[in-house]
């Protein structure tokens, strides 16, 4: 069974600080992983999609992965009372279909 | 640019009814298909998938279906309604390093 789990939150920081979300994945033939934000009531939207082991920065994002321990992250500087939302971390092994994360609820507190 | 179209966005219908959902892929060839269900506070459950015209796998069984008419045109259907169909319906579309979703349709079954 291919899993992706992600911590459901809440997850609390203030304005203008880093928010870490943290996402692991079962199947190790996983080639690319996708963080989504979802705001209430909406769909998702992509945010990042990254594919090679190291960071990848867009902006004040940027997204972290780890294959050796199946582990993808994403990190948003500067954090604004607008990023929060549930964000949706998924990985998929090329042509099979995307498997999700529950997703993680950040809250940005002004 | 690619662009994904799903409708209706809002949808209330009895138990027992018919139901169809229909999402059409703009700007991109054979892409995949998706249909997800999230249900309220809940993660995304991948319900069908689609590499190709005619081609759709089932990940959960239930009353529903899927069909895939043409290239980027990708089908929900259900001949009679249950109640716990009711949920956030998202159609999704991938390609090797993107994967989009619709607005979704929000189904309330009464």
């Known amino acids: 069974q291919k899993e992706v789990e992600q911590n459901s939150g809440p997850l609390s920081v203030p304005e203008g600080a880093i928010a870490s979300l943290n996402c692991t994945y079962s199947d190790r033939g996983s080639q690319s992983f996708f963080w989504y934000r979802q705001y209430s009531g909406k769909s998702p939207e992509l945010i990042m999609f990254?594919?090679?082991?190291g960071d990848k920065e867009d902006g004040r994002f940027t997204a972290q992965l780890n294959k050796a321990s199946q582990y993808v992250s994403l990190l948003i500087r500067d954090s604004q009372p607008s990023d929060s939302a549930t964000y949706l971390c998924a990985a998929t092994s090329g042509n099979t279909p995307l498997v999700f994360g529950k997703g993680t609820r950040l809250s940005v507190i002004a | 640019s690619q662009t994904i179209h799903q409708w209706p966005a809002t949808l209330v219908q009895p138990v027992g009814s018919p139901l169809s959902l229909e999402c059409t892929v703009e700007g991109t060839s054979n892409p995949n298909l998706y249909w997800y269900r999230q249900a309220a506070g809940r993660g995304l459950q991948l319900l069908f998938y689609s590499v190709g015209i005619g081609q759709i796998s089932s990940e959960v069984p239930q009353n529903l279906s899927a069909s895939r008419p043409q290239d980027r045109q990708f089908i929900l259907s259900s001949k009679k309604l249950l109640l716990s169909d009711s949920g956030f319906y998202l159609c999704a579309w991938s390609m090797v390093q993107e994967a989009f979703f619709g607005q979704g349709t929000r189904l309330t079954v009464v």
């Open positions: 990254i594919y090679s082991n």
